[in-house]
């Protein structure tokens, strides 16, 4: 049988898969994890690309073949590649017996049609979209740690679900009410593909909102709170910083209640859970608060009223909104204490 601890990592010349490579080389329960590329360009450890990996173990690199990574004796394989090449790739890895945790979008929904809808690309293999489980570790745990499929959340998703899920079981929101979700980005959550738009000049000293009612992510965060979408208005925006998330989330309540009792839903509801930190009442988290780190961030400020909420989440965009959470959640696969690495 395959070793889930040999890792296999396609996809790692991007942003997310440089953090992902960072973390899983000193990951003290991998040995020697093999990294595949589409091209090498004659390099044959990752840190000849990535020089700040000298020092954090051996790290070879390889050209991309699925018949490779089936021979490779890898029982875990992380695929941080685009939606497409994930959906072409998984189905055949899982068929093989290794279990993959996807950092794409490709096997987040349970509907083709809601793939479909939203990401205006094929819908991958049907078959899958109903065996992977979503990558919240703090809300699916149990499941994922017997997943031979995970589908890592997105960045903006976690960030707002991660917020909002506590109410919405507590069924503490207003009826008929409206939720507004103002989210900030550093601009690595865009990719590390060339685009004018991500250019410095363009980015440094701006700041602004895009895919309005359009976001891919929008169908996570309705998939995972219950809201409906007629209630959910979702705006994302473009910081000019590198890294991190906030989210701004504004609530109205169904009944009148204290700072007190809103703090105590949130610390019971992610009791033991410690890669989320529940800040006192009135208290905000910052970007810096969570930086480089593998944490989310929660705050809230409560009106006088006791029935209009503001929360605000943060997180690190390539940490807990990405690599991090695609860790965790293999602590989980392999039955070990889910921030291993991740402090």
């Not at 959910?232 to 009944?255: C, D, E, K, M, Q």
Request: proline content about 6%; glycine content about 8%; some cysteine.
């Amino acid at each position: 049988m395959a070793n889930p601890q040999q890792i296999a990592v396609v996809g790692v010349t991007g942003y997310t898969g440089f953090e992902l490579a960072r973390l899983l080389l000193r990951h003290p329960e991998i040995r020697n994890p093999i990294f595949y590329v589409r091209e090498t360009n004659g390099a044959k450890c990752l840190d000849e690309l990535f020089p700040q990996l000298r020092g954090l173990g051996d790290a070879p690199l390889r050209p991309l073949s699925i018949e490779a990574i089936q021979q490779s004796g890898a029982g875990t394989a992380f695929l941080a590649t685009p939606h497409e090449a994930s959906a072409e790739i998984v189905p055949a890895l899982v068929d093989a017996g290794i279990r993959v945790v996807d950092l794409s979008g490709a096997f987040r929904f349970r509907s083709a049609e809601t793939f479909k809808s939203w990401y205006k690309l094929p819908a991958p293999h049907a078959n899958w979209l109903g065996q992977a489980i979503y990558g919240l570790p703090e809300l699916y745990a149990a499941e994922i740690a017997k997943a031979r499929l995970v589908a890592n959340p997105g960045c903006y998703a976690t960030s707002v679900i991660l917020a909002l899920r506590p109410l919405c079981e507590a069924g503490w929101i207003a009826d008929g009410s409206g939720v507004i979700c103002d989210c900030k980005s550093g601009a690595s959550g865009a990719g590390k593909e060339p685009r004018r738009d991500l250019q410095f000049v363009e980015v440094d000293e701006n700041f602004k909102a895009y895919n309005l009612f359009s976001h891919r992510h929008t169908p996570e965060i309705l998939d995972h709170t219950g809201l409906p979408e007629n209630r959910l208005v979702f705006s994302t925006h473009l910081l000019p910083l590198a890294r991190g998330i906030l989210s701004t989330i504004y609530v109205t309540l169904n009944r009148q209640q204290s700072s007190d009792a809103i703090e105590t839903l949130f610390r019971q509801f992610y009791a033991e859970r410690k890669m989320v930190r529940i800040w006192p009442a009135g208290k905000l988290p910052e970007l810096q608060h969570v930086a480089h780190t593998n944490f989310c961030d929660i705050g809230f400020a409560l009106d006088k009223s006791g029935r209009s909420l503001i929360l605000v989440s943060c997180l690190d965009n390539l940490g807990k909104g990405a690599a991090g959470q695609a860790v965790q959640n293999f602590n989980h696969m392999l039955g070990i204490e889910e921030h291993t690495a991740l402090q």
